[in-house]
């Protein structure tokens, strides 16, 4: 055991202090930068999911908002397309023929609406039939429901856009 003590004093104890010293210093700090970090980290976590829950909630109520939109536009089509075709009815139902029939006799100077001419121009050979319909069975009466429902659903298709555009711009 004498040999053991002797190497003790040769040693030199200031400086075993000083790098135990610092070696204690070291893992301090390490373990208080690692505290410091983790508390950032898991402040950022809370601050990046209050975040996505609000933007869910602005989602949901822009989507609402989006969804009453286009059940009143829904209904507004509904609603004048019911009132333009019960309008159209009813001018149809006062409103006399504008086209003489004929009559039994020739009597007066207004022509006689002429019989369909006999011969009709040939088809041409690349000729495209009208998707969903037959081009010859097309009535005026039809004619004009349909341009009055196409008219009807590009007003409110405009007054759509300019309502989704609105709560676009508001939503964010």
Wanted: hydrophobic share 45%; glycine share 4%.
């Amino acid at each position: 055991m004498f040999p053991f003590i002797a190497i003790l004093k040769w040693l030199p104890w200031r400086l075993i202090g000083a790098a135990v010293l610092a070696l204690a210093v070291f893992a301090a700090g390490d373990r208080y930068g690692a505290q410091r970090i983790t508390t950032r980290w898991d402040a950022e976590k809370t601050a990046q999911a209050q975040a996505v829950a609000k933007q869910a909630a602005q989602v949901a109520a822009v989507t609402t908002h989006q969804t009453t939109i286009n059940q009143e536009i829904s209904n507004e089509f509904e609603a004048e397309k019911a009132k333009i075709v019960a309008d159209r009815h009813d001018l149809l139902a006062r409103v006399p023929r504008r086209v003489r029939r004929r009559a039994a006799t020739r009597s007066g100077p207004v022509p006689e609406v002429p019989a369909a001419t006999a011969r009709v121009d040939a088809a041409s050979a690349n000729s495209v039939p009208a998707a969903g319909q037959q081009a010859n069975h097309a009535t005026c009466n039809q004619l004009a429901e349909d341009a009055a429902q196409t008219t009807l659903m590009v007003v409110e298709f405009q007054k759509w856009y300019r309502e989704q555009a609105a709560s676009g711009q508001t939503g964010q």
